[in-house]
């Protein structure tokens, strides 16, 4: 393996049930067949009905923290986009947002706009992508479940993470259950079309 | 995937969660006896268990009490027990707890407590278990993480076996819900048939034996406490590197500042992170034994230290002990703790940076984002389709919520207190809903309708109700069986349908005396608000049962 890096940290952003905890999995394990180290941090329980979840992934040389360190992503995955204002938190210029279009409602609250959301991150942060992967997902698979899986994918093949896509799919073919492996190969294969799709 | 923690390739490296890895530890101790009660964030302790039962006894216990009796009684048999709870569920059991102390055990005996600062799925208080080492004299370890949860497991193992005592692992949300690679040792294969042999002397914890046995307790802590002086999970990093620093004062005058920090469990992490990022090497005291502490490693530590800091979660118990430490060997070390470390909630990496910049008096900055933008708040809900919708919707046709008392509980169906919900004027422990429920109806005229889900019934509702038939209230309970405990993952519990002849809630609610008892699937709304209004008028306690299961259980 060529220089491995000092550190890399990922926040994973969504609400109780869109996946995160597999998406987790499958980048820990990914870093792990690529000869890293890793901590991650998930949350269970409570948490996980329908309120904001953040998941944390760090690999690298040596990792210690399981939590990344206020200002210190690399890379935040937002599943859901009003819930990209929280992880600002742990940003700094330097962050890479990749955001998927789709807001959740909440109860007795007023949806923010997508433009007020990117609006407010831009002032402070320059690499942000939007990408519509429950549209993506629903039209070409006819679902959503995995669009966690779509926009992970995407994150590697567009190089915004230090793992090769192979290694991606090794790890979801190692995490997912057998069943619906097929679903999630069609879904990486999906991104890649995409990436490949926006080169050209 | 879960099953990969039953490879038998010693030396392999799998990603386990700290929970995953205190199962792979008690494997590879040959553990023959198991017992929990699911509660976040220790249930996948039980869960993983519950997925490869095989080669030793699992059960799901109806309490935590419950399950460490049942641990109790398979100790005294000679089998090596591992019982497993989270924070609340320690007090449930502590009854049994202090008097297992006092007989110790047979068959080595691991108790894991998770505790969960700033109570992420814990809604009645932060708590930290580790203050229960001073009510039971408990030997109490802390892993940072999955490897050393695993390591820590067998270590307790040991100490148990060697010392004839249980031992207790404290976790906390950030080590039991934290991933990392772990080294895979052999498993060992129990056996999990055991034999009770008779010995009163040792089983029976009556006076006045019972004092001879309080002090049999404290002379083995005190050779656990020698055993942990030597243990290497309690361990001093850099200290070589413990060249006096300058610094100048402004006075112009240079003084030599030694510093040094004390800690354990997952804020060691945080440490190495911090010293990492401000480029710092101050010696460090890494306890892996929380009780007995090893007193004299810590007087080496300190003794030549002008500062020294201590970074724990919560309350301050470090900080206590070596304050007393430090009388006898260096009076005048400043110990800083809670000065500058917070006592409510978990720590966080950026917060034991920041601390220890200051501590150490180095200048350290970040590029931070001030977003000002409101933040909205996304509260947890009740799933799309939980049948309790239905309970909610019949409530609020039934009666003027202004006008009736809401008793909350322990379950999913907490999150009554949401908005838009709002059925939820007092939450506390598991069972107690009923029990409030019931002094409240003593207390005024108001009417009350109590929530209280199965698996909370099973575990601590039943003595209430008695209490209330028995005493001659009158509040309406109703019993939300949704077949399964779901907050903590969809464990089965006595009345739960993968049990064969489940038990009945409502043959138990007769039992209790309780005369005015309906079950009635809440789907019928019109039958479930007229039974509300007609039993809200009841001069006796009287009792619904919403039986409709969760939609995972339906979905099974
Ligand atoms: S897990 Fe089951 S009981 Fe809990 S909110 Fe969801 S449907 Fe309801």
Known sequence: MSKKLDQFNIIIIGTGGQGLITLLQIVAEAALSEGYDIRTSELHGLSQRGGSVEVHIRFGKKIYSPLVSQGKADLILGLETQECLKTAYFANPKTIFLINKHIIPIPLQKSISEEKILGNLKKFIKNISVVSANEICQKELGTTVTTGIYLLSL?????????????????????????YFELNKKTFELAKNYEKGQKK | MIMEILLNKPGKKIILLGNEAIVRGAMESGVQFVSTYPGTPASEIGDTFYKIKNNFYFEYSTNEKVALEAGIGASFSGLKTLVAMKSFGLNVALDALLPFLYTGTKGPTVIIVADDPSCHSSAQSEENSRSIAYLAHIPILEPADPQECKDFVKLAFQISEKFKIPVMIRTTTRVAHQRAPVKLEKIIIGDTCGKFEKDSKRFVTLPPRVLEMKKELLEKIEKIKAFSENSLINKIENQKLETPKQSKLATG????????????????????????????????????????????????????????????????????????????????????????????????????????????????????????????????????????????????????????????????????????????????????????????????????????????????????????????????????????????????????????????????????????????????????????????????????????????????
């Open chain 1, 155 to 179: 994150a590697s093949f567009k190089n915004l993470i230090p793992l090769k896509p192979n290694s991606i799919l090794k790890a979801i073919k190692k995490i997912v259950p057998e069943k």
């Open chain 2, 253 to 556: 005058q240079v003084r030599n500042w030694k510093l040094g920090i004390i800690t354990s469990g997952v804020s060691y992490l945080y440490i190495r992170e911090a010293l990492q990022e401000l480029n710092l090497d101050l010696p460090v005291l890494k306890l892996g034994f929380f009780y007995p502490l090893p007193e004299k490693k810590t007087q080496n530590f300190i003794k030549n230290l002008k500062k020294v800091l201590i970074v724990e979660e919560l309350e301050p118990c470090l900080e206590k002990e070596v304050l007393r430490i430090a009388k006898n060997v260096n009076c005048k070390l400043q110990i800083v703790g809670k000065k500058l470390i917070p006592e409510v909630g978990e720590l966080r990496p950026e917060i034991v940076t920041s601390t220890i910049a200051k501590f150490a008096n180095k200048k350290y900055k970040f590029a931070i984002c001030n977003l000002k933008f409101p933040i909205m708040k996304r509260f947890p809900q009740l799933c799309p389709g939980c049948p309790y919708w239905l309970v909610i919707s019949a409530i609020k046709k039934a009666v003027d919520i202004n006008k009736v008392i809401f008793g909350g509980e322990i379950g999913c169906y907490m999150l009554f207190g949401n908005p838009p919900v709002n059925l939820q004027d007092y939450l506390s422990c598991m069972g107690s809903s009923v029990g409030i429920a019931h002094g409240i109806k003593k207390s005024t005229g108001q009417k009350i309708i109590s929530f209280v889900g199965d698996s909370s019934f099973f575990h601590a509702g039943i003595p209430a109700l008695i209490n209330a038939v028995f005493n001659k209230s009158n509040p309406l309970i109703i019993i939300l069986e949704n077949q399964t405990t779901a907050m903590t993952g969809h464990q089965p519990h006595p009345g739960a349908p993968i049990v064969p002849n489940g038990i009945k809630i409502e043959e138990i609610v007769r039992a209790c005396g309780v005369k005015y008892v309906k079950t009635i699937d809440q789907i019928n709304q019109v039958e479930f608000i007229n039974t509300i209004k007609e039993f809200l008028e009841k001069p006796e306690v009287s009792v619904i049962i919403a039986r409709r299961p969760c939609i995972f259980v339906a979905k099974k």
